[in-house]
């Protein structure tokens, strides 16, 4: 079963589009249209003879003639020529925009699109050089050409950074995506002492919720369903349904939503429920919503009964991403965020992108800054360009605010498979899963100085004071600063604050650890982020007050 009838590959020379579609066609068992062979068959010559003799604007003209006879056939994938895209003709964009076409940009640093070009000149003799290429500093040449191409690119339906990835990477993800029986691709699995936790990202997962718990949990007798007083109303009826039909004894309990239900109270209505309704050592907990029933659940889980068995099912973008992997659960306490709780991997977490089109938009924004964390704290490449994730973000930017898919599950997928990455090394946090915790030192204080701000808006906050941290302390430039900056303004995310700086100092135990240890920060450096417990605690005010938190007066000792 395909998801599309035809892909189009598209971007600069030397991204490997023929290559990518020779092996895409490959995987689908579709024909493959490259529309250069195309061009040099239509003249009989090369593609630099046809610039040559005919003029670069005969070419786009079959170019665009070939592309259009291309796009009338099913079951194709199609490279089209660095500029085939660019300008095209009214009948072409209707079929680019059809909504079976897959329209992929393939997308390199100028170094690498100039390596590969090179290694291509080598391979195959001079004349396989881009003509518009030739000629002198052809890296300014190539930048300039990409940059005024870019527009165009950035239509495509998806783009994905290919410097450190081969071909036959990019093919089989692309094929994932295109062939919709390939679900089992989608799948992360997290491996950590304390067990297992199978994740599966799917459009639609959520339909199948009881046959996928029925084969994890295969002799469980009942399944509580926890999830909060707006998530619970939309979907409990669709999960009760679904968990019934393969058998279970379904119990469901909704508490109020937000993170006022990360309380001793709320869980003890919790516990009262689970233990007056009979629970078993064997039963299944369904944690429904955000990061909060997440949290929430997930300690009721782990501590109830010493342990039940968890599946989390994320709503909201910050759980997909980011709460529902990992396994940490727990509660707040007026000391501060999350300073109650266990860690207690769920067996199973079932991501449905779908859930989002029931999400509030400031909710999705929120979303975004755990995304652009994880972005942020990949190490970055041997040139010192950002990993990967920072530039996916930027040339997918319009389609994943506009939660398009495949964009949005493409991304929800990375980010799950980066922190299982993380989680997997180092469960407890003794060391490299510390580096998640970019942007929450300051983060979690603005989140419980009277949760005025949501945990994402919170956690943005954080990451802008990280930076400026950072750039006083020396572990990165001020240029970083207008980076994060602007991929965190791209993405919504508030850049004030409007909470009472000494309770954001108490909340950050400054007082106490002045004399008792030293804070921990996780600071933006050329390769990613680092560990610093050395910060002078007026680089952390003067940050504050760049967050136009007012300046604090500092209590006497
Ligand atoms: N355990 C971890 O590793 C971890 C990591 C990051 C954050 N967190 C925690 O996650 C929490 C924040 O999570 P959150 O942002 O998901 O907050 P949340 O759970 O409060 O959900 C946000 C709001 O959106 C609503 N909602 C959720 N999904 C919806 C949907 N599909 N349709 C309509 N409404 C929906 C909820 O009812 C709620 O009002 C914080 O408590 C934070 O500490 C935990």
Redesign the pocket.
Known sequence: MFTYQRVVLTGFSGTGKSTVARLLANELGWHCLDLDDAIQERFGQTVTQVFESHGEAAFRRSESEELQNALSSTSVVIATGGGAVVAPNIAVRALLDSPDTFVVALDALTETILARLGEQQIREGATSIRPLLMGLDPIARIAELKCSRQQAYDQADLTLIVDAVTPEFVARELSTIVRKDQIDERAVTLRTTSGKSRILVDQGIFSRLGTHIRQRWPNARQSWIIS?D??GP?YTPKAIKSLDTVGFNVLVQHVP???GS?SLPVLGTLYDWMLDHGIERGDVVVAL???????LAGFAAATCLRGIGLTQVP??L??MV??SV?G??GINHRAG??LIGAFHQPSLVLVDPT??Q???AR?VT?GWA?IIKHALIQPSTPGGERGDLVRFLQRNAAALIDLREPAISYLIHRNIALKAAVVAIDEREAGARALLNFGHTLGHAIEAAGYLY???ESVALGIRAAMRIGAAVGTCGSPAIAFVDDLLDRFGLPVTASVDPNRVLDLLGIDKKRTEGRQRWILPAETGVVIRDDVPLAYVTAALASLSVAAPKLRSA
């Open positions: 909060d707006y998530v939309l939503r937000g993170e990360k919503g955000g990061g909060v029933i997440g949290d709503t909201s910050l759980a980011d709460s990992g940490k659960t965020k999350n859930f989002l029931t999400l509030p909710e929120s755990e949501l945990h994402g």
